[in-house]
């Protein structure tokens, strides 16, 4: 659909090269090369989720056994299985902002951002799954359902599914939800909105944690 900011998805298969196909691949490729590296297919910008609070350099911590925290990457459902931003259209419906672009993976940002704010407002120890070896601690799972824009209330909203293991004591499950006015569908206006969503879910995340 265009005037509205808005695009739709699809796709075709490729079958295998003839000949020939050796050399149209390689232009192919060339092609993606030179948008890695500012061609014309490289967006103006690409978005990101930067919490607003942030542990200061220098400052260093440590964590008595079981008393770290592993932030696990949320999964995503397939709408958020690419950087583009989905724009929840209706309760069956889903297209994508144009020219609206994640750097990464939006489970990748969010879990990063959620991580960074436990460990900036709690003062405890925050691990990735990279990172720890024998003593995980406390272990934060959970599913990102939605991150993107609400057209109809224009607003940017979050959904998040947490879940905390917290070994012997169980596991305890919490839903975060913020939403932030939009003044128009565009990338420029919607960037920083999504940004601040994020880090009011996160900041209630930590919240929770630090119970």
Do not use: K
């Not at 695009?7 to 000949?19: E, H, L, N």
């Not at 232009?27 to 993606?32: D, G, K």
């Not at 030179?34 to 200061?56: K, N, S, W, Y």
């Not at 799972?141 to 209330?153: E, H, N, V």
């Amino acid at each position: 659909m265009e005037g509205n900011g808005f695009s739709a998805t699809g796709g075709r298969g490729a079958g295998r090269p003839g000949r020939g196909g050796t050399l149209a691949m390689a232009a192919i490729a060339v092609m993606f090369l030179g948008g890695c590296f500012g061609g014309a297919a490289v967006p103006d910008q690409l978005l990101t989720l930067t919490p607003t609070e942030a542990r200061p350099a220098a400052s260093p911590q440590s964590a008595a056994p079981g008393q770290a925290i592993t932030v696990v990457e949320p999964t995503v459902p397939q709408a958020l299985r690419t950087t583009r931003v989905p724009v929840y259209v209706s309760e069956t419906a889903i297209q994508y902002l144009q020219d609206a672009v994640w750097v990464e993976n939006p489970g990748a940002l969010f879990g990063r951002l959620v991580g960074e704010t436990i460990s900036a407002r709690t003062g405890r120890v925050v691990l990735d799954p990279s990172q720890f070896t024998h003593d995980p601690g406390v272990q934060l799972t959970g599913q990102l359902q939605m991150l993107g824009l609400d057209p109809t209330a224009m607003e940017a909203v979050i959904v998040y599914d947490a879940a905390i293991a917290r070994g012997a004591a169980g596991v305890a499950t919490n839903r975060f939800e913020a939403r932030v006015p939009v003044p128009e569908a565009t990338a420029e206006a919607v960037a920083p909105a999504l940004n601040q969503a994020a880090n009011q879910v996160a900041e209630q995340v930590a919240a929770w944690v630090g119970q």
